[in-house]
């Protein structure tokens, strides 16, 4: 782990007592730990609204796949994605439906329009995007 720095913080008597029922209700062991996580998850955030920097994460959809095509669609959809693919996993839920991890790194642009393709692909009930880092500043 990189050196820890301390430093001051101002905030107000409300603000505070909310955040330590935050951090209580999350199980933090102190305000620290828990305002590092909250920084984290920020600089993720502002980071997945540049469209041009490079992130991981993976998109997850749940499927019926006796939906006429659905397969050859999705298998097209994500060859033509190959080079943001890094793995999928392919779970079988119950006889008729599926779900699908699929693990990306690449360009911001690139992970929204592999998600969207997915995301209205006939047959698709549900997708959804977990957006992370590469992890290089944090
Ligand atoms: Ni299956």
Redesign the pocket.
């Known amino acids: 782990m990189d050196e820890l720095k301390r430093f001051g913080v101002s905030i107000e008597k409300k603000l505070l007592r909310k955040f330590d029922d935050y951090i209580k209700s999350k199980d933090y062991q102190n305000r620290s730990e828990a305002l590092r996580d909250l920084i984290r998850k920020e600089l993720v955030d502002s980071q997945w609204a540049e469209s041009e920097e490079e992130v991981a994460g993976a998109i997850i959809i749940v499927y019926n ?1 006796h939906q006429k095509e659905l397969m050859d669609n999705l298998i097209n959809i994500q060859h033509d994605y190959q080079d943001i693919i890094i793995s999928s996993q ?4 119950d006889h008729n ?4 991890i699929i693990v990306v790194k690449g360009k911001i642009a690139e992970v929204f329009g592999l998600e969207a393709k997915l995301k209205v692909a006939k047959g698709v009930k549900h997708a959804s995007l977990a957006k992370s880092t590469l992890g290089k500043e944090m």
């Open positions: 796949h392919h779970v079988h839920l439906t599926c779900l699908e």
